[in-house]
């Protein structure tokens, strides 16, 4: 095992020299090259290993989006590079699992992935079946409407306009989240994707779209002044990863492991999700305790 | 079934968008269809090779991707409609090249004797295809083209996991998203109201099939 | 009515005048709907080089990883469909065999297993098979591959595993009813007389249905990418493609093309088998058409 581990840390050396080489140094995750876990502890495994498996999401720009080099490209995967790396495990010795918000919980249980770094909104509900480390970002919820619609400043002006409908993804905490400030159910739209809600906004099938700001801040910069944002963040959505349930020292160390990595994980930020206008680069949460 | 039993109301008023779905996409293809297999029996080269080079594309090509097209494709166009529109316009374009198929078979089915014998008594070509051919052919078409139209009702369930909204499908999906009921409950009344559709709509078939059906 | 040509006279001097007439002006209408789909897209830029380049360019830097992206894709949609149609005929064969060899009431829950299949639509069948095994916890895991093939492939044969008994029935009930007498008459038990004498003619009949079947399967594959299974076949990783090359006409033109190819070979090599096989004294109504394929879905108001 020790052969592997080195081996693995040695092309990570190699594959690290040869992207500078190529004058992309400041893309690199730092992989570390000494490890030292006590024994049976994910983090020792997974470290033996030199290799672990991710869920992320495969269609979310800015966060998690596969590439046509078949690798997820996004803020998400960055934060799960930093991670993987302080176990010395390289970015090439990562296995990409795409984890769409209706699975997560199911993927994590299953032992299928070794975390889950997916836009994940920290709640109850959900930490009932797994763990969250973190949180490593603070979304919020906001509604972004037509650029000609003035009848909606914020999400309490939803129930005085009940004929308006709202369009969010199935299985999300915002579509949850909306439901409090609708006049009735009818005005709830689901679809799988945001896309596609941002098709409805433009066709005028549905009058708001709401989710993370993120996100939509993402499609108002490539709407061409079509869209915009309206009202504040009306939530806090803290992003947790998610890992098995009750792995409090997988937990910790992801968190120490984000505290320490503060600069990797704004430069992280910078060249994924912080290129789309708009976005201010965050600050790193003060992470949850363990359970 | 408590899911079911206490949205009853939402089921109900999915169920009638789905059939109000299912109307006019049984509507728009019965007429495209046709208009398609005029052409592929008229004396004109070009229309039958515009008519059996549409058959062709669209019989082969998955009913998603005719449906990504209409969702992703035509709003590049400038083209922007609701998808409950997109979903009916393309489940038509879709359907119709089957339609198409089946009442060609229909005209196919008719003997050539039947043909020949009205022309023999000098029938020109269009009062023997509305006189003699076609009253037959729509009576043998009758079996091919309820199975097709069947098929189309469930087709209707791609268009609604697409995302037409407020249908059957979409119920299924608010319920067990947004409101967190388990999936098996849900999904079987979802699946009830399908059947309802299909099963009814095949009883029915069976009885048209037997009062114009041609004794030969 | 196979020839055409009984519904007209060969036309003489002044309806060929018509016909040419008729001709251009359906040409001019041809042209007239093509004129106004290159016009709109010419308009909208999408002809522009950078939105066609990675797919047509071998020069261009995508070109390679798009079509290693549909290679894979092709990859797993053919592997979700060769399970699906392999399963499909396993477990038709054996319904469609209960169904014929059991008592009136035997018969029964074969029939309402059938009815109830053939009635639900494919895309339902398949959510539900994997949420209630995902909620039932049925491990898929033990299986190879990933859990979402399990689930597209399971979906499948549940729905196309009723079309084969379904094209099984026809097939032994298409057969001379002298065929099983005989069987009997030299003292074969029923059992014999289904395996030895119906099903291998049967399964000749069969072929040219399942390859059409074949084409209906590999369709319905895409319905994953509708669903959101997070299984990544042909459609899906055209989808993959635009979403990053912004660019959802050029790719789902050329995965729409690669769909109608491949079917389209298919439905021919059904008819050619079709007419190869062809025992009986009587041919197919209309030789040349894919008049089988029209056939199969008739029978199980398949999805096409």
């Known amino acids: 095992m020790r052969f592997s581990k080195l081996g693995s840390a040695a092309a990570a050396l190699v594959l690290a020299g040869s992207l500078a080489a190529c004058g992309g140094g400041d893309d690199e995750v730092e992989v570390a090259t000494e490890t030292d876990f006590e024994a049976g502890t994910t983090m020792a495994e997974l470290s033996e290993a030199g290799t672990m498996t991710v869920g992320t999401k495969f269609d979310q720009p800015g966060f998690g989006l596969l590439g046509l080099d078949d690798v997820p490209e996004g803020f998400d995967v960055e934060v799960a590079k930093i991670i993987a790396g302080a176990m010395g495990i390289a970015e090439e010795d990562i296995e990409w699992v795409e984890a769409t918000s209706d699975i997560r919980e199911q993927v994590i249980e299953d032992g299928d992935v070794d975390m889950v770094v997916a836009t994940y909104t920290i709640n109850d509900e959900r930490k009932e079946r797994v763990t969250f480390a973190g949180p490593y970002y603070e979304a919020g919820q906001m509604l972004m409407v037509a650029e000609d619609n003035d009848s ?22 915002p579509s949850e989240n909306i439901r409090e400030y609708l006049a009735n159910e009818d005005q709830l739209v689901l679809f799988d994707i945001y896309d596609k809600c ?17 996100i939509l801040l993402g499609f108002v910069s490539e709407s061409d002044g079509e869209f915009k944002l309206v009202g504040e963040q009306f939530t806090e959505e803290p992003y947790g990863i998610g890992i098995e349930k009750g792995d409090v020292e997988f937990c910790e160390f992801i968190n120490e492991t984000l505290q320490e990595n503060e600069e990797a994980y704004l430069a992280a930020w910078e060249r994924t999700a912080g290129e789309v206008e708009g976005t201010e680069a965050p600050e790193l949460p003060e992470p949850d305790e363990c359970v | 079934m408590e899911p079911v039993i206490d949205n009853l109301d939402l089921y109900w008023s999915g169920f009638l968008t789905s059939l109000e779905f299912i109307v006019y996409s049984l ?67 879709y359907t119709s090249a089957f339609v198409c198929e089946a009442l060609r078979s229909g005209i196919n089915a008719v003997p050539a004797g039947q043909a020949e014998a009205a022309r023999a008594i000098g029938l020109t070509f269009s009062q023997s295809m509305r006189e003699i051919v076609l009253p037959q052919a729509f009576r043998s078409a009758v079996p091919p083209l309820g199975s097709v139209q069947i098929a189309m009702f469930k087709n209707s369930a791609v268009a609604g996991a697409f995302g037409i909204g407020g249908d059957l499908y979409s119920v299924g999906r608010t319920l067990t998203s947004a409101r967190g009921f388990e999936y098996i409950p849900v ?24 009062k114009v059906a041609i004794a030969r | 009515m196979s020839d055409q040509s009984v519904l007209y006279d060969v036309p003489g001097p002044r309806a060929v005048r018509r016909q040419r007439i008729g001709t251009v002006l359906a040409l001019l209408f041809i042209a007239g709907l093509v004129g106004i789909a290159v016009q709109r897209l010419a308009s909208r830029g999408q002809f522009d080089a950078e939105l066609w380049e990675p797919w047509i360019n071998p020069g261009s830097d995508d070109f390679a990883q798009v079509w290693e992206l549909v290679g894979k894709g092709a990859l797993a949609t053919g592997i979700a469909a060769a399970l699906a149609i392999t399963l499909s005929l396993l477990v038709g064969v054996l319904l469609g065999v209960t169904r014929m060899m059991s008592g009136r009431l035997g018969r029964i829950p074969v029939i309402v297993f059938i009815e109830l299949f053939r009635g639900l639509p494919v895309v339902i069948t398949i959510v539900f098979v994997w949420r209630a095994m995902v909620e039932l916890g049925i491990p898929v895991d033990v299986l190879p591959g990933e859990d979402a093939l399990w689930y597209l492939v399971i979906g499948l044969t549940l729905y196309n595993s009723v079309i084969v008994a379904e094209i099984l029935r026809a097939g032994v009930a298409s057969l001379p009813s002298g065929q099983g007498e005989a069987g009997r008459a030299v003292g074969m038990t029923e059992g014999q ?9 049967a399964f000749r009949t069969m072929l040219p249905a399942l390859i059409s079947q074949l084409v209906v399967v590999l369709k319905d594959t895409s319905l994953a990418a509708v669903i959101g299974l997070g299984y990544l076949e042909l459609l899906r990783r055209g989808n993959q493609i635009s979403q990053v090359l912004d660019n959802p006409i050029q790719s789902l033109f050329v995965v729409g093309l690669l769909f109608i190819v491949i079917n389209y070979a298919l439905s021919r090599l059904a008819i050619h088998l079709e007419r190869r096989l062809s025992t009986s004294s009587y041919s197919s109504p209309e030789p040349g058409t894919a008049a089988i394929t029209l056939d199969a879905q008739s029978r199980g108001g398949g999805p096409g």
């Open chain 1, 152 to 173: 909606i400043s914020g999400p309490e002006d939803i129930a005085d306009n009940p004929d308006m409908k709202v369009c969010s993804v199935t299985g999300s905490t």
């Open chain 3, 193 to 201: 007389v289904m395996r030895s004498i119906l099903l291998p003619q």
């Open chain 2, 27 to 93: 509507v728009g293809s019965m007429l495209l269809g046709t208009l398609i297999a005029a052409f592929r029996v008229s004396p004109i080269p070009a229309l039958r090779g515009f008519g059996s080079t549409y058959v062709t594309m669209i019989r082969n090509c998955p009913l998603t991707i005719v449906l990504f097209f209409m969702a992703f494709g035509l709003p590049e166009l400038g083209i922007n409609y609701s998808y409950f529109t997109f979903g009916i316009v393309g489940l038509v374009i």
């Open chain 1, 198 to 214: 941002a098709d409805a906004l433009s066709n005028g099938q549905v009058d708001i779209v709401t989710t993370d700001n993120v």
């Open chain 2, 187 to 210: 999904l079987t009344g979802v699946a009830i109201g399908y059947l309802v559709i299909t099963l009814s709509a095949g009883a029915a078939l069976a009885v048209i099939e037997r």
